[in-house]
């Protein structure tokens, strides 16, 4: 089991830029996937995006060509750059791991991203 701390959302302008961070302990970073989900009011979770061993990346359709994902194995915390932020962003963003090959298992608390229009 990893614990995971989430950080950097706020209040940013739509057309800005936010990079949310993700700390783990309590268990081997570099062998879990690490991803990134959001849950606006009113709907489900849903996927954002996440990072596979070997550098793999997967987005939301709705997220391609604006965020990025990536990690820092050596200091265990995964990132999330979101660039051209639109109103329509706007959720609770949560970190989560899947141990390689398994189900997402462990996830943070939840930072929150506004962005106004």
């Known amino acids: 089991q990893v614990q995971l701390v989430e950080s950097g959302g706020g209040l940013v302008q739509a057309g800005g830029s936010l990079r949310l961070s993700c700390a783990a302990s309590?268990?081997?970073?570099?062998?879990?996937?690490m991803g990134w989900f959001r849950q606006a009011p009113g709907k489900e979770r849903e996927f954002v995006a996440s990072?596979?061993?070997?550098?793999?990346?997967y987005y939301a359709g709705s997220v391609k060509g604006r965020f990025t994902i990536s990690r820092d194995n050596a200091k265990n915390t995964v990132f999330l750059q979101m660039n051209s932020l639109k109103p329509e962003d706007t959720a609770v963003y949560y970190c989560?791991?899947?141990?390689?090959?398994?189900?997402?298992?462990?996830w943070g608390q939840g930072t929150q991203v506004t962005v106004s229009s």
């Open positions: 309590g268990g081997t970073f570099s062998s879990y996937v």
């Open positions: 990072h596979w061993s070997g550098g793999r990346t």
């Open positions: 989560a791991a899947a141990p390689y090959g398994s189900a997402w298992s462990d």
